[in-house]
């Protein structure tokens, strides 16, 4: 296939978009190494063949498919717009096996229309209803139902109320309080169902002094405002010693909702630990909330208790770490190399490979007293010396170059990789963390698989990726609400579905 | 030369051999006149994506637009001279208190002003095998920072945030 | 939302703060729970402060926490949040590598052991191995087999995180382990997995770098910027989240079955995790999703500006003198564009681009938020944000740890609050109530670590029954 030749002609852009379709294009581009391969080349070096071959026959991936579902007749409702939390939330119970339904307005949630500068040539078309759907959506919209309910109708609120009955779990992250003034919250629906677990999800809370605001005109609080009202953003980035203000040398975003991610885990947790307890021990439900601004703060390492301790406050170092060294990424002749390593054992190999090429990093560093001592060696004017010499070592080299010579030295290290090298790279192809899903929808499609997918017994997986609006209305309106598909059309008529 | 300009300049009939560290990000691509932290000698640099395409050229008499953070002398001792020197090195503004340390800072209190265990070296309190209690007996332990702590109570000085 | 219009008026009460004003005066029947104003029923219910009334949601479940730095700890400290009973095993007078970690050398607390009365424990330690039991251990110790047998039998599972196949030369991989309890979870956490980089080792920065995360965060270089790290360890600590998540999902299945699990789990794939539409992207496009700054791809406004003027010029702490001028802007709804186009005087730039998608667009986003700093410029950062507020807008600054330190609403929630530590006195606590409230088996933080061996006692002794003679000999050969 990939011999044939064909003439095209590109007149724009959009021509070339095709070309770039997996069944052109196919990914990998070159196959990952065979376990053949890795067992000679790797465990054998390290004699570590019989455990190299156990790992693999029982972890591998491919063989996720057939085991068991960890959370296998768990059922949530998913109830949110606009954010990336709680989708996280259901794509991980989905992925661990539990049925969640996705309820959307009849318009649909706005994360669906999202697509990067707003160029519809990067949604994808669902081959059965023609929808389009954003890629954000789409990717974290794994495994996941979606059914459209209009809560703002009494009928809409009658089918949520009878569907809430039969649920788990309840994730709702709509404005602070909205489910609540519908009669939908939790004290009201705990009432019909004493099992059931609720969890609010927010960017800064559902209740407090600082909690969600919504504007004037009805726009919502989103991440990074999460990122920006926990001091992450403003620990984050390069300082302006390092390149001007306003230049480069600004407090920084996350370049992802990190803080909806975040959020979306420990709300997970939330929910497993709350059924937890029920199952085991209560048989009651509770009420839960979880925000990316506070389940961000938890994951800040000190930052806060530090100003406790003296009255710090974080500063941004851009590529490098304030607690550690080395540990930071510096450029290098194609890129951005990142080097690891602070205990003794560490640090003199970092040296001694740097050694190798550039003589008088010996002389310049391992020579100073101050950096002879390890916790000194953090010291920010320590950091400075340690990474003018290492660069001027790295900016003769590739990132590839550097790679291989540190690892001789079993040095953990690491280019900053982009996602066209990150797809491409064989540890990630060989297991492989991304991968694609030939699907009914959207054809073959590109995912970040879960990291909770290499078990011995019961590891999660990702089956389905995203779904047109309401794809599953008629089917959970039979199911669980014993309404029929007459009845649903007139619903639907009237604006209630 | 590269991304350190080690200086020779003759200083009183001894050469400066001072290490100027031109820091990775902020010189990574930069142009202009640089000093050196010792002896005050200015050169200037053009340099891109890390190399010096062109300098340290000498401009006596110039003024510098920058000076490094930090230099040092390794063939005497390694006498450094460290950030914000006047004059010298340029300041480090992006700092999280307004002084600078670099060891570690000797906490008794916390900002509310309760006792903190920050500080060395602490009284051996360890029971058998290593084990510690459940409590910090600071009054028998570090019976000053107990007195202060009372001194700071009635002072008003704890607070309650 | 669909009629926006009728939905704001019933919904008024929430749309505006503040928040005395929100709801009627309270009357004797508001206690009544039903109809309590739902800000009072959220206060009630989640009671900040009075968490130590209430069970524990993994009351009984214990795990071993075989870990070193940051990621395998997290996983094991989100459990003892929630009530698991977590021993933490060190190597013998060494202790987790992860206590060399202070921030500039500056911030310790004493004593990383009485062996060692000079060498603090830094900050970098503080928060990973909350409320746990400290065991010291040298697993290179043949005799020492036998108390780890023993704490596994009596365990529910562990989590590791030593290089792959090191486990298994001592004898207490999984394959071993569940021979002796099939109930077992076990976790390995580390960088890579089985596979060709098996043996490679991994920290969090490696992580970002690794997995594409640095790849779309930073100034993009027509801004001036270079690929940035996230500020702290953020993929070790959100990685060994999911951990914890296959955990508790084990724990679930191994109710209806009686079995464990075991889980290899890869930090630097977990970054790549959260890279959203970069892989489906580029799966389909070839396209390689890039950084784009302060700035969002998808939404715009949606970002953050920088103003003229710092809130603080006269403060002592640069971080307040210096940084205080940033502000995150969102209005990116067209009622809300039009709304700021009008603040700041620019009818026309509303005009140019009236739509979304004529707003999102590289170019304009550039000329957009060029205009915006522009407006900014003579402006502090309490000005920019409280001219756009007082429009109904949306803006917030960027807050560093002291304002977080001083804002009300994490005291209100609890969710940031000082603890009488047992071993060190006064400490800060920014952890574990911000991981999520819970009405009914709230989390809670009852110390933030404990020195190296400091509960050996406790556990050879009182948990695994051997004498004290016995754990005094292994304490002098420095075996424990
Ligand atoms: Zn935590
Ligand atoms: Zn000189």
Known sequence: ?497 | MCDIIWCKKDVGGKPCDTVNYLDPYCFWNWKGNINCAECGAVYFIHMINGHMYKGPEDRPGEKPDTSPLYADKPLDGYKFITMGTEGRTRPFQCLPRHIYLGVPDMVKFSIRGKPLRGWRPQAPSAGIAGQFPFNWNIKKLAPEVWAEYQEKIAKGEVKDW | MNDKKEWRTKYKNLIESPLEEQYGPKSKQELDEMKMPYEDFCKAVFAPGHEMGKPEALKGTRFMSTTMYIFTPHSCANLAELGAEVYKFEMPRMGDPMKHTSPFNEAYLYPLHDTRPMTGTGYGFTSANINEYYVSIDYHIEAMKEPFYRIVKMSDGLVECYRPGTFDRWKQSYRYLAEMNPRFIYVWGGGFGYGPKVFGGSYDILGQAHAGLASVTGMHEFMGGHCAKHSNWCIDWYSGTQITFGVLAAMHWRRKTGLGTMIEFSQVQAATRVLGHAAPLYGRFGIVRQRWGNWDTQLCVHGIILCGKSDYPDAINPQDKFEARYAMVSAFQDADFKALCEVIKKPDMYSKYIKHKDRVGAEAQVDIYATLEDWAKDKSRAEVVRILQNEGLLAEPVMNDREVYENPHYRTRGTLRWMDDPLFGDVLVQGTYSAGLMSKTPRRQVWIWRPVGADNVKFYHELLGYPISQVKEWYDKAWI
């Open chain 1, 1 to 497: 296939m990939a011999q044939e030749k064909r003439n095209i002609e590109i007149n724009s852009r959009a021509d070339t978009l095709d070309l770039m379709h997996p069944d052109i294009r196919p990914w990998p581009v070159t196959p990952p190494p065979d376990p053949e391969w890795v067992m000679a080349n790797v465990y054998a070096k390290r004699k570590a063949e019989e455990f190299g071959k156990w790992c693999e026959d029982n972890l591998r991936y491919e063989y996720s498919f057939g085991k068991p579902e960890a959370l296998q007749g768990f059922k949530f409702l998913c109830i949110g717009q606009w954010r990336l939390a709680n989708k996280f939330v259901s794509a991980l119970l989905c992925e661990a096996g539990a049925e969640v339904i996705n309820i959307e307005p009849p318009g649909g949630d706005p994360l669906r229309q999202l697509t990067p500068f707003g160029r519809e040539e990067y949604m994808l078309e669902s081959k059965i209803t023609g929808e389009k759907c954003g890629l954000d959506f789409l990717h974290e919209m794994r495994g996941q139902k979606s059914v459209t309910l209009n809560l703002e109708s009494e009928e809409g609120r009658a089918i949520y109320r009878t569907m809430a009955g039969q649920m788990d779990g309840i994730i709702d992250e709509m404005p602070p309080g909205y489910m609540d003034s519908l009669g939908l919250g939790y004290r009201h629906l705990s009432k019909l169902n004493k099992g059931l677990v609720y969890l609010n999800m927010a960017v800064r809370g559902t209740w407090g002094p600082y909690k969600d605001k919504m504007s004037k005109y009805g726009q919502w609080t989103l991440e990074p405002f999460g990122g920006c009202a926990n001091s992450f953003v403003h620990n984050t980035g390069f300082p302006q010693d390092q390149l001007p203000r306003g230049k480069g040398g600004d407090p920084t975003r996350s370049g992802v909702w990190f803080a909806d991610y975040v959020a979306g885990e420990q709300g997970a947790n939330t929910l497993l630990a709350a059924l937890y307890w029920r199952d085991q021990f209560s048989g009651e439900g509770q009420f839960c909330e979880v925000t990316g601004a506070e389940t961000q703060m938890d994951i800040l390492d000190f930052d806060i208790a530090w100003y406790g301790f003296n009255g710090s406050i974080k500063a941004r170092t851009g590529g490098w770490d304030p607690n550690l060294n080395q540990y930071e990424w510096n450029p290098c002749r194609d890129g951005y190399m990142m080097i690891g390593g602070q205990t003794d054992r560490l640090w003199y190999r970092i040296g001694m490979c740097i050694e190798r090429d550039f003589p008088q990093f010996g002389r310049l560093i391992h020579e100073d007293p101050i950096l002879k001592e390890m916790g000194a060696r953090n010291a920010l004017a320590m950091l400075i010396k340690t990474y003018t010499v290492t660069t001027r070592w790295l900016r003769d080299i590739n990132r590839i170059e550097a790679e291989q010579k540190l690892l001789q030295y079993e040095v953990a290290a690491g280019p900053v990789l982009f996602i066209d090298e990150v797809a491409e790279f064989p540890q990630f192809k060989y297991r492989p963390w991304v991968s694609t899903i030939d699907s009914d929808h959207y054809g073959t499609v590109m995912f970040s698989a879960s990291p909770n997918s290499f078990q011995m017994r019961t590891p999660h997986r990702v089956k389905v990726l995203g779904r047109p609006l309401g794809f599953d209305t008629y089917e959970i309106m039979q199911k669980y609400c014993g309404v029929g598909q007459s009845r649903v059309n007139e619903l639907k008529e009237k604006g209630v579905i």
